[in-house]
C-alpha cells in the first residue's frame, strides 16, 4: 500500500489552522481596519414604530479589481468595511432574523431586509442599495488599491460577532422546504472524476481508473478518452513547485441537463515534496504569511492561461464577479481538487469567484490579524466542500458551504474517509446509478450559495437535511 503523505501533512495543516468544527459560519477574520474605526454600531432589537423585528447592519467585502495575470497576497486581495449611507452614517437594516434552530450560538442564519434607514424599500431596489452603500463604506477606508467594484455583503452587529447572509422577502420565498433532488449527483461525480484524473498526470502514478468504465464513458469521457486541453507538470513546464494541474473538457449530455464544461482540477497529496508544502500551507495559513506562495501563485496562473484561451461564462461566476463577463462565445468553468489540491482549488475560486466543487478540503480560514480572529471573514459563496465524517484532514474551520457523508463502510480507517476513489464508489456514482439511496448526514448550505455544477436549487439548511 502506498504511503499517504498528503494525510499527515493535512492533519498537520488542520493542527495549525485552529480546532473548531467545520460549518456554515465559523469565525474568521476581517480586516483591521474595521477595528481601527469608530465603534461597532449599536445594535437595536426592535424600532421605536414597531414596524420591523430588528436592526442589524451591513457587513461589506470588497475584492481587489486588479488581479489579472499578478497575484495577490490573501490579506491584500479582500478589504472590509461598514456600509455607509449618503449622510456618512452607518446603514441600518430593518427587517427579520430567520431562525436556524441550530444552537444558541449561531442562532441566527440570514436576514430578510425590508426597510433601509427606518424607509421601506422594495425587494427589487435592496441589492443596487447595499452594493451602492458598501462601495460607500470601502472608499471611505482609502485603501490601496479598487476594492469597491466587486462587492459582496451580509448582515452584523459587530466586529468580533458572526454575520450572515442577506435575503429580500421576495428570495425567501423561493428558497426549497425541502432536500429533496437538491443535488445533480452526475454533474458532482463528473467534478470527483477530475479531481482523480489529475492524480495520474504524475509520472508513474496512470493510468487513469475509469477508462473503461460506462458512466465515465456517458458524462465525462470524449471518444473514450480523458480531453486535456492544458496541463502543467514539474516534468511537463518551467515551474518552481511539484504543483500538478489540468483542465479537461467534458461533453455535453443533453438528455441529461448537461452542458459542456472546462473543468480545472489541482492535484492532491501524493508524495513527500506535497507533504512539505501541506506543512507549509498550514503554516502560511495560521499567519497570513506572505512567503510560502508559490503553489498558490502557479496554481492561479495556471488558471488565468485556461481561461485565457476559454474565457468562462458570465453564469460560472458568484454574482458579486459577474459585471462584464462575457454571455456568448464563452465556456461553463468549474474548479475542482482533492485534499492538498482542494486547498489550491478553493483559493483559486476565493481569488475569481469561479464555481469550485472541492472534495476532502482542509481548513478554509485565513486569519489575518490576531485580535480579529473571532471576526467572521467573507463567506465563499462560489465554493461547496463534500467530505466524509472521520477525515482527518477536513477538521477546522470553514466559510465556504460543506456536505458531509457517511464514513468508509467497515472500517474505521481515516485515511480510507480521505480518499477520493472509495467517495466515488460509494456514493456519487452509487448516487448516480440509483444503487445507493444514501443521503449527506450534515449540511452547512446557506441561501446565498451559488446555485448550478450540482446545486439544483436554492437551499437554507444547517444540520441533519429534511426530506
Known amino acids: 500500500m502506498k504511503k499517504n503523505y498528503g494525510v499527515m501533512g493535512l492533519s498537520l495543516l488542520f493542527m495549525l489552522t485552529g480546532c473548531n468544527s467545520s460549518g456554515g459560519n465559523t469565525t474568521s477574520a476581517t480586516d483591521e481596519n474595521i477595528s481601527q474605526s469608530a465603534s461597532d454600531p449599536e445594535t437595536i432589537e426592535l424600532d421605536d414604530k414597531g414596524l420591523y423585528d430588528s436592526t442589524t447592519y451591513l457587513k461589506c467585502y470588497g475584492i481587489l479589481d486588479e488581479l489579472k495575470d499578478s497575484f495577490i497576497n490573501r490579506s491584500d486581495l479582500i478589504k472590509a468595511s461598514w456600509g455607509y449611507n449618503e449622510y456618512d452614517e452607518y446603514l441600518?437594516?430593518?427587517?427579520?432574523?430567520?431562525?436556524?434552530?441550530?444552537?444558541?450560538?449561531?442562532?441566527?442564519?440570514?436576514?430578510?431586509?425590508?426597510?433601509?434607514?427606518?424607509?421601506?424599500?422594495?425587494?427589487?431596489?435592496?441589492?443596487?442599495?447595499?452594493?451602492?452603500?458598501?462601495?460607500?463604506?470601502?472608499?471611505?477606508?482609502?485603501?490601496d488599491g479598487n476594492y469597491s467594484d466587486i462587492i459582496r455583503y451580509n448582515a452584523s452587529n459587530g466586529n468580533i460577532r458572526a454575520d450572515y447572509p442577506i435575503l429580500t422577502a421576495v428570495e425567501e420565498e423561493t428558497i426549497a422546504s425541502s432536500f429533496d433532488d437538491a443535488?445533480?449527483?452526475?454533474?458532482?461525480?463528473?467534478?470527483?472524476?477530475?479531481?482523480?484524473?489529475?492524480?495520474?498526470?504524475?509520472?508513474?502514478?496512470?493510468?487513469?481508473?475509469?477508462?473503461?468504465?460506462?458512466?465515465?464513458?456517458?458524462?465525462?469521457?470524449?471518444?473514450?478518452?480523458?480531453?486535456?486541453?492544458?496541463?502543467?507538470?514539474p516534468d511537463h513546464a518551467n515551474t518552481e513547485t511539484e504543483l500538478h494541474a489540468v483542465a479537461i473538457e467534458v461533453p455535453a449530455v443533453p438528455e441529461k441537463g448537461f452542458k459542456k464544461e472546462i473543468i480545472i482540477s489541482y492535484k492532491g497529496s501524493s508524495n513527500l515534496a506535497d507533504f512539505v508544502e501541506d506543512a507549509k500551507l498550514g503554516a502560511r495559513n495560521f499567519y497570513e504569511s506572505t512567503e510560502h506562495t508559490k503553489w498558490l501563485e502557479e496554481a492561479y496562473s495556471f488558471y488565468t492561461k485556461v481561461t485565457k484561451e476559454y474565457p468562462a461564462c458570465k453564469s460560472s461566476y458568484d454574482i458579486s464577479f459577474q459585471e462584464g463577463k462575457p454571455e456568448s462565445d464563452c465556456y461553463n468553468v468549474v474548479i475542482t481538487g482533492h485534499s492538498l489540491g482542494a486547498f489550491l482549488a478553493v483559493d483559486v475560486g476565493t481569488r475569481t469567484g469561479i464555481v469550485t466543487r472541492a472534495f476532502s478540503t482542509p481548513s478554509t480560514r485565513v486569519i489575518e490579524h490576531y485580535r480579529t480572529v473571532f471576526a467572521n471573514q467573507m463567506r465563499l459563496n462560489n465554493v461547496m466542500t463534500f467530505y466524509r465524517k472521520g477525515d482527518p484532514v477536513t477538521i477546522g474551520p470553514h466559510i465556504e458551504n460543506m456536505l458531509e457523508f457517511v464514513p468508509l463502510v467497515d472500517t474505521l480507517n481515516p485515511i480510507g474517509s480521505h480518499s477520493i476513489m472509495p467517495f466515488i464508489e460509494e456514493i456519487f456514482r452509487a448516487r448516480y446509478m440509483k444503487t445507493s439511496d444514501t443521503t449527506p448526514l450534515s449540511i452547512e448550505i446557506t441561501p446565498n450559495a451559488m446555485q448550478g455544477s450540482g446545486l439544483t436549487k436554492r437551499i437554507n439548511m444547517w444540520g441533519k437535511p429534511t426530506f
Do not use: H, M, Q
Open 183 to 233: 443535488l445533480d449527483y452526475g454533474k458532482i461525480l463528473r467534478y470527483a472524476y477530475a479531481a482523480k484524473y489529475s492524480y495520474t498526470i504524475e509520472v508513474g502514478k496512470g493510468p487513469f481508473p475509469y477508462l473503461e468504465d460506462d458512466v465515465a464513458k456517458e458524462i465525462f469521457l470524449i471518444d473514450n478518452e480523458v480531453k486535456e486541453v492544458a496541463r502543467v507538470t
Open 92 to 143: 441600518k437594516l430593518g427587517g427579520r432574523w430567520n431562525k436556524s434552530g441550530r444552537t444558541d450560538r449561531t442562532s441566527e442564519n440570514y436576514f430578510v431586509v425590508e426597510y433601509i434607514d427606518g424607509e421601506p424599500v422594495e425587494a427589487s431596489d435592496v441589492r443596487g442599495i447595499l452594493t451602492k452603500a458598501c462601495s460607500k463604506g470601502i472608499e471611505r477606508r482609502n485603501y
